[in-house]
């Protein structure tokens, strides 16, 4: 079975510029997370996805940050403008139903110069 | 912030049995307890979850106090490659309930 897929692994971005995330999640999953994991902390979660509807987005930044899961299987995380203080890794997860394990993709290393 | 309490970093000695320990003396009766590790430069890995019970499965064991109000992650028989940070979650059985992740432990098996 495939795991979590995400692209690119690494992006160097001045800041104010714009960056765009890709998850192709386990086929089946209905449940998607974004996450934000600053160096020494643990993963932050941003978005959670139930099939394309938000279930939280309560710590996502909004005015800088987007995320869209429109046909109910990948998903794009967005940037713009970046920050300095967004240099981070960027995980994706899923799960079966959001009972069930997480499974997480290697995420994408962010640095905003 | 994360329900769950853990030491900063703790070392083992390569083939000896790995116990690290965490706190979580506000659990609730409806919350399970899970391990994940984070090996460098991967994503979290799904070790094993309890909710009263012990656990046993093929990466590692889950000792429950009967308080429920702190746990035992044991890897029986660290090797190098156990090296990772360990977090500790208490999380609800409900679908809507997210993970929050503290800052684990950093587990150095040494050879």
């Known amino acids: 079975e495939a795991g979590v897929a995400q692209s690119p692994r690494y992006k160097i971005i001045e800041k104010r510029q714009s960056v765009a995330f890709w998850c192709n999640p386990i086929?089946?999953?209905?449940?998607l997370y974004w996450y934000q994991q600053i160096l020494g902390q643990g993963p932050k979660l941003l978005i959670q996805?139930?099939?394309?509807?938000?279930?939280?987005d309560s710590q996502l930044p909004k005015d800088r940050f987007s995320a869209e899961r429109l046909k109910g299987v990948d998903s794009t995380l967005k940037i713009q403008p970046a920050k300095l203080e967004d240099s981070a890794v960027y995980l994706c997860?899923?799960?079966?139903?959001?009972?069930?394990?997480?499974?997480f993709g290697p995420g994408t290393r962010l640095l905003v110069l | 912030d994360a329900k769950t309490t853990q030491p900063p970093s703790m070392d083992c000695a390569e083939g000896r049995a790995a116990n690290l320990p965490c706190n979580h003396s506000?659990?609730?009766?409806?919350?399970?307890v899970y391990w994940y590790r984070q090996i460098h430069s991967q994503g979290p890995q799904y070790i094993i979850h309890?909710?009263?019970n012990n656990e046993t499965n093929e990466m590692a064991s889950l000792i429950i106090t009967e308080d429920r109000k702190s746990s035992t992650l044991i890897l029986p028989h660290a090797t190098l490659r156990d090296t990772a940070v360990y977090y500790c979650?208490?999380?609800?059985?409900?679908?809507?309930?997210?993970?929050?992740f503290g800052k684990g432990t950093r587990l150095h098996i040494l050879p």
């Open positions: 086929s089946g999953h209905a449940t």
């Open positions: 309890g909710l009263k």
């Open positions: 506000t659990i609730s009766g409806n919350e399970y």
């Open positions: 979650i208490v999380r609800a059985v409900n679908r809507d309930d997210k993970i929050i």
């Open positions: 997860a899923s799960s079966p139903q959001g009972l069930e394990t997480q499974y």
């Open positions: 996805f139930q099939n394309n509807g938000v279930v939280d």
